[in-house]
């Protein structure tokens, strides 16, 4: 194998597996060690800089990161990435003078965004310190889009969002709420330099062929639609039998929020095997800790109606049956099952939906009647029309509307530039030694022994009869530093100077985990099999050096490496350091 490029930023970003899994890139480990000082504004805001939204999403974020921290390879559960981010969110002081400066001297170019949810409150984050003239548009009245009407209070505070939204919109936003916007061309006669379209995925799937769905109609409900009556106040009670249909984020929700609003008898009931739901396993776990049963295998046949009005569902039983190539069906059993019900909501996918953007723009749509959109760039075929989150290819979660946000502003900036949209500029990246002696670093390297701290949740009871008590209480100061103290400092990299290496092996015998080799090179597959353990993740790379003085190379496993520092304490010779990588992406003007 070649020796590793250590200059080239991915390498040891790719080290750092929660900040690399992160679609926003956020530096997990840096602001982890700062709430276990105690610096709760700065975790805060170098929370801020990336996901925008720490608050929210320290509470309701899909967590990409967790599956994949170290901490999960050598003990059953990860870091609580997510919950320490909602210490700092919880713990901070005022930190409104840390935000960006905004012009007295706008620079000549107007955006406008259409939608409020948090790929366009990002693109405002993001281009209001550099000077341009934003125009929001909502049909809802503040800003937050389905952050606000998808989210229900019982997981995210409305003074919480409120707070994170509001930290943006004060830059100076022009907002015009209460106002759908219903034709493209409409937007576009305002000649504006830039229009980003952040409008989500806002159409529920429906069941419209079921026998008895017209009948049965004043009691079948679009969940996304439903939780949005609810947040607004538009709703506040339903039927004492209510089925869910449905197995991702969206029926939780649903299914919780109807038990606060009367549901005595609420039921989860699903196509699949209950092990496919797509809801995340902690809001699967927290229905069920709620009393909400699950009921898997059920394919929806009819709707029941009894003198005009729903009474119950019909369900056909389905078993999973795999075939040779191991691809899965769902085949009928024969057994029916019929579940009473007066309330129906309805969580099974949510679509895209743009008829109010004319097809005579120049925007090209694909077979899917989606918008044509650059995947680097987010520009549509129009070229000052740009579009993200879930809007641009689907459904996915609020990082990665953040991650699209941050991406569509560069554009944006260039293109009102007049540079090209497909130059990318390069992240931020610093390496520092942490040396402070032979024994001493600038980092903690001690590793606790304890396992993943529960959060705590409210009496039961209080929370299922109040739909805005927030149920989870989050991590005391205390917890919040035990659990902070879990993180494996996986960006404090182990760093290695060949002209250094006496080849005494000393770190090679005195690494835990046997991650460090000194082994004749071979090309990589080989490599990786002669090792002490061999290498057999290949989605984490080798650290090969330059060749030493005997001929050999070193080789370390970056996949299960602790970074403990102990290479670097046994080294007569100072060939390794322990060096700390920051990477923060590119935004727009950086």
Request: glycine share 8%; proline share 6%.
């Amino acid at each position: 194998m070649k020796p590793t490029d250590t200059t080239k930023p991915e390498y040891f970003h790719k080290v750092v597996d929660c900040q690399y899994a992160c679609p926003a890139h956020t530096p997990v480990p840096e602001y982890i060690r700062l709430i276990a000082a105690g610096r709760y504004d700065d975790a805060y805001m170098i929370n801020w800089q990336s996901n925008v939204f720490p608050g929210v999403l320290g509470r309701t974020c899909d967590r990409p990161c967790e599956p994949a921290c170290r901490r999960g390879r050598i003990e059953e559960e990860p870091v609580a990435i997510c919950r320490l981010k909602r210490v700092a969110a919880d713990n901070k002081s005022d930190i409104t003078h840390r935000l960006p400066a905004i012009p007295k001297e706008k620079n000549g170019k107007r955006v406008a965004l259409i939608g409020g949810g948090p790929a366009s409150l990002t693109v405002a984050r993001d281009l209001m310190p550099l000077g341009y003239s934003i125009d929001l548009y909502d049909d809802q009245n503040k800003g937050g889009g389905f952050m606000r009407s998808q989210i229900p209070s019982f997981r995210l505070p409305e003074a919480v969002l409120d707070e994170e939204v509001n930290y943006i919109l004060d830059m100076g936003v022009v907002t015009h709420f209460n106002q759908e916007v219903t034709s493209m061309a409409a937007v576009l006669s305002k000649q504006y330099d830039a229009v980003f379209v952040g409008t989500g995925a806002p159409r529920g799937r429906d069941l419209p062929d079921l026998p008895g769905r017209n009948s049965g109609d004043a009691n079948i409900h679009i969940g996304i639609d439903w939780l949005a009556s609810v947040a607004f106040e538009h709703i506040d009670k339903i039927g004492k039998k209510v089925l869910v249909l449905g197995g991702g984020n969206t029926a939780m929700d649903c299914c919780r929020t109807a038990i606060r609003l009367g549901g005595e008898d609420v039921r989860v009931v699903v196509r699949s095997p209950k092990s496919d739901m797509k809801a995340s396993p902690w809001e699967i776990e927290d229905a069920e800790h709620e009393d909400i049963p699950m009921y898997e295998n059920h394919n929806p046949k009819a709707f029941v109606t009894e003198n005009g009005r729903l009474v119950g569902m019909v369900f056909e039983r389905v078993e999973p049956v795999f075939d040779e190539q191991g691809k899965r069906s769902l085949v009928p059993t024969g057994e029916e099952v019929m579940m009473p019900c007066d309330d129906v909501l309805m969580a099974i996918g949510q679509l895209n939906s743009f008829p109010w953007i004319e097809r005579n723009l120049g925007i090209e749509f694909n077979d899917w009647d989606m918008p044509e959109v650059d995947k680097t760039t987010f520009q549509t075929s129009l070229p000052h029309v740009f579009i993200g989150g879930d809007a641009a290819w689907g459904p996915e979660n609020v990082i990665t509307a953040v991650a699209h946000g941050h991406q569509a502003a560069i554009s944006i900036h260039h293109y009102c530039h007049g540079k090209s949209t497909t130059d990318r500029p390069a992240p931020e990246v610093n390496l520092t030694s942490q040396k402070m002696g032979f024994h001493d670093w600038l980092y903690d390297a001690h590793i606790s022994d304890d396992q993943r701290h529960v959060v705590a949740l409210i009496d039961k009871q209080k929370a299922v009869g109040d739909r805005k008590l927030e149920v989870e209480k989050g991590f005391d100061l205390s917890q919040g530093y035990e659990e902070a103290m879990r993180c494996l400092n996986c960006d404090v990299q182990t760093v290695f100077e060949t002209d250094r290496c006496i080849e005494c092996d000393a770190c090679e015998d005195i690494c835990p985990v046997d991650c460090i080799n000194f082994t004749d090179n071979a090309p990589e597959d080989l490599l990786r099999e002669q090792l002490k353990v061999k290498a057999t993740n290949k989605d984490q790379d080798l650290y090969v050096s330059d060749e030493l003085k005997t001929k050999r190379v070193m080789v370390k496993d970056e996949n299960v490496c602790l970074h403990c520092g102990l290479c670097a304490e046994r080294c007569p010779t100072g060939a390794w350091d322990m060096q700390k990588f920051l990477l923060h992406e590119a935004t727009a003007g950086k």
